[in-house]
């Protein structure tokens, strides 16, 4: 009786162990792996809209006021959105109240978090008891580098030689004494830029006139040093760095604005790839990228330690090798809707990265791409475009999230991806 009491108990045993066993294997029969990789459920990124505003334009009296109206997504949130205009002494704005100071053309530029992009409208201010300037033509289409003159009246006398004249883009137009002059930087592909030219006159009201420029140009140049030196400038060695040096006078260079097109010997050059030039070139602060460019070499930007932020046009589809690797004070990075690979260690070590804008185009994103981008206010947020991330792409970012779960999505087990914090392996 008790042998088989015992018989009983190991035999119950042993099927309490194949349970175990069977229940850990699948309930012994075939079963499907759930799919790879095995990334947790985000918390939801705040959805973005279109901001409206009532009106573009205004014009107001001087010690008057005048109203404009904001909304998000349907919801009037004119009171909460902030306002920053350019010219504080022309104009307020306040709760969306326009409160015009003094005679000028002021332009105003609307944020809210939740908001796409910001938009912006102008305030024109004028004296009523004072005379406005009239400006014609109103409008210039003009090819690279080309002229034209405008006139300017004041209760029907000339005095296009009196006034000042203000652009708001130099590299696009500028205008004196009426002669209106297009620059190197211009639109691609039929599709203008423009400048906006302010004319003003002490006891008058201004004025304003447009300027669209556009590429009239086929034929395509890099940007090496010899093409730097006849856009006036020229890369010098300084210990072991670089700086980039106006030829004219000798002053460094920190902002430089590369145009889209150059003359030489009466022909004119798309730029349309930029060579590794700019390599540890530490006093640059910002570039300007036109959108003419297709190419930036491999290292182009690299070790850049005192690049501030950069827009990359939707020309470039290939963000190239180590193309801004190093770039330790690079904090806003614009990506704009085109580019569709960021290659291995593109911004690698760029380790004051606060922001960055990852369009819909992006489908790949390469080898330690944001390697060390250890920022601690550093949010990365990927869009369901990207279908491959390759290995240890954002090792030490602390924060990415993904637009939602992404079956197709493929990266390399060994990548640290982090996702809220917390590293997927």
Not at 59 to 76: H, K, P, R, S, Y
Not at 286 to 314: H, M, Q, R, W, Y
Not at 377 to 396: G, K, Q, R, Y
Request: net charge negative.
């Amino acid at each position: 009786m008790i042998r088989n009491s015992k018989k009983c108990l190991l035999l119950i045993l042993c099927l309490f162990i194949l349970g175990i066993f069977t229940s850990a294997c699948g309930g012994g029969g075939k079963s499907t792996p759930p799919s790879y990789p095995f990334i947790p459920t985000p918390e939801p990124t705040p959805e973005k809209y279109q901001l409206e505003l009532s009106q573009t334009e205004f014009a107001v009296n001087v010690g008057e006021t005048d109203n404009i109206t904001v909304t998000l997504n349907g919801d009037d949130i004119t009171e909460t959105a902030t306002y920053t205009v350019d010219q504080e002494a022309i104009a307020s704005v306040e709760g969306g109240l326009i409160t015009g100071l003094s005679v000028g053309i002021a332009t105003v530029t609307v944020h809210a978090d939740e908001a796409e992009a910001d938009k912006t409208f102008t305030v024109n201010v004028i004296d009523p008891t004072a005379p406005t300037l009239e400006v014609s033509p109103t409008e210039l289409n003009l090819g690279i580098e080309e002229e034209a003159t405008v006139k300017v009246t004041l209760n029907g006398e000339d005095v296009t030689d009196k006034v000042n004249y203000t652009s708001d883009k130099e590299l696009i137009a500028t205008a004196e004494k009426g002669v209106v002059k297009a620059g190197m930087q211009a639109g691609i592909e039929n599709s203008p830029i423009v400048a906006t030219i302010t004319v003003s006159l002490e006891g008058a009201n201004t004025t304003t006139f447009t300027v669209n420029v556009i590429d009239d140009s086929d034929n395509e140049v890099e940007l090496d040093e010899d093409v730097l030196e006849e856009l006036g400038y020229k890369r010098v060695k300084n210990g072991d760095n670089y700086d980039i040096k106006r030829i004219a006078d000798g002053e460094i260079v920190t902002n430089l604005e590369i145009p889209a097109i150059y003359s030489y010997n009466d022909q004119k050059y798309k730029i349309t790839k930029i060579e590794d030039i700019f390599y540890n070139c530490t006093s640059l602060e910002s570039i300007t990228i036109p959108n003419s460019v297709k190419e930036i070499e491999e290292e182009t930007f690299a070790d850049c330690s005192s690049l501030k932020e950069i827009t990359i046009p939707g020309s470039i589809t290939e963000i190239s090798l180590g193309a801004f690797e190093g770039c330790t004070s690079l904090k806003t990075i614009v990506i704009l809707n085109g580019v569709k690979s960021i290659g291995d260690f593109a911004f690698a070590d760029c380790t004051s990265l606060e922001s960055i804008t990852i369009p819909n185009s992006v489908t790949y994103i390469g080898e330690e791409a944001f390697r060390e981008c250890t920022n601690s206010n550093l949010s990365i947020d990927i869009p369901s475009s990207v279908t491959n991330i390759d290995s240890h792409a954002f090792e030490n970012v602390n924060n990415i999230n993904i637009s939602e779960p992404q079956k197709d999505l493929n990266y390399y087990p060994w990548g640290a991806l982090h996702v809220n914090g917390e590293e997927v392996e």
